[in-house]
């Protein structure tokens, strides 16, 4: 599945270090919001947890500037 933009954008501030509440303050959402995009990235990226999803997002986007 494909991940929406604003899936995107939460995967890059998770993967930069940004915590939920900061990601929610960000993008003017709530942090409840922000988990429940998080639940559907690790789903849409067939992912065990969301550790094992960013480590597979930083990995695509490693390989794509290779």
Do not use: P, W
């Not at 303050?25 to 789903?43: D, E, G």
């Amino acid at each position: 599945m494909k991940l929406s933009k604003r899936e995107l954008e939460i995967l890059e501030l998770i993967s930069c270090g940004y915590s939920d509440k900061e990601i929610a303050y960000s993008l003017k959402i709530s942090a409840r919001t922000v988990q429940t995009h998080v639940t559907r990235i690790v789903i849409k990226l067939g992912a065990r947890n969301r550790t094992n999803a960013v480590a597979n997002y930083l990995r695509q986007s490693y390989m794509s500037f290779a």
